[in-house]
């Protein structure tokens, strides 16, 4: 069974900072990942995902995240942070056998923007 | 707006109330999943639904019961909760299950839920 780790559960950030947001799966082949946003009061919204190819990939509002299969790493970054930043990230990763389409989440990382 | 709709948005309930979540999608998905979001713990998937289909979660207490009479409408019926159950409850949707871990799942604002 996969699984995931976020290794940071809260980061506090400037704004026009960059970030990084780590992501470690364990897998036994290679997974579909994701990086999901969390708004206060708001259910999850996509903002990226890697199935193949290009192991770095760009989502909305700015961020990318890169797949390091070595690593079995999938960090998620934004060079410059926005107040709207301000959220909890999920990442996620889907198993290639998986008929149900079911997705293993990380704990999450809750980023705080200061001025 | 993701297309996911979930009632009521906050709900408190006594351990002895039987209560119901609902979800609606707008997006003429197939797929349908309730999870649990818990401070600190990653989602737990309850249940999945796909074309009358469903899998479940062996952990998930007897206590919490779905439904989905059609692909776009799922329910949670809750009775006789725990105050550990409380947490926010989501809904996601999916175009189809067979993309299998493929799937994008898009998510309602959820319930919030508190047992008292």
């Known amino acids: 069974a996969q699984s995931v780790t976020q290794p940071d559960i809260h980061i506090t950030v400037s704004e026009g900072a960059s970030l990084e947001l780590r992501c470690n799966y364990s897998y036994g082949a290679t997974p579909y990942l994701f990086w999901y946003v969390q708004s206060p009061g708001q259910g999850l919204q996509l903002l990226l995902k890697y199935f193949s190819g290009d192991t770095l990939v760009q989502g909305i509002k700015g961020f990318e995240a890169e797949f390091k299969r070595s690593q079995s790493s999938f960090n998620l970054r934004k060079p410059s942070v926005h107040w709207s930043d301000a959220a909890e990230y999920f990442c996620a990763v889907g198993a290639v056998t998986d008929s149900w389409g079911k997705l293993q989440f990380g704990a999450g990382t809750q980023v705080v923007v200061t001025p | 707006e993701t297309g996911v709709t979930q009632t009521p948005r906050h709900l408190v309930m006594g351990m002895t109330n039987k209560k119901s979540l609902k979800c609606e999608q707008h997006l003429g998905h197939n797929a349908m999943y309730w999870y649990k979001q818990s401070a600190k713990k990653p989602l737990e998937l309850m249940f999945v639904?796909?074309?009358?289909?469903?899998?479940e979660n062996n952990s998930v207490p007897s206590r919490f019961s779905p439904e989905c009479p059609n692909s776009s409408h799922l329910f949670l019926h809750l009775h006789t909760l725990q105050p550990e159950d409380s947490a926010l409850y989501l809904c996601?949707?999916?175009?189809?299950?067979?993309?299998?871990?493929?799937?994008?799942?898009?998510f309602g604002a959820g319930t919030r839920l508190s047992v008292l």
């Open positions: 996601a949707s999916s175009r189809t299950r067979d993309a299998g871990g493929k799937n994008i799942q898009y």
């Open positions: 639904y796909s074309l009358e289909e469903r899998v």
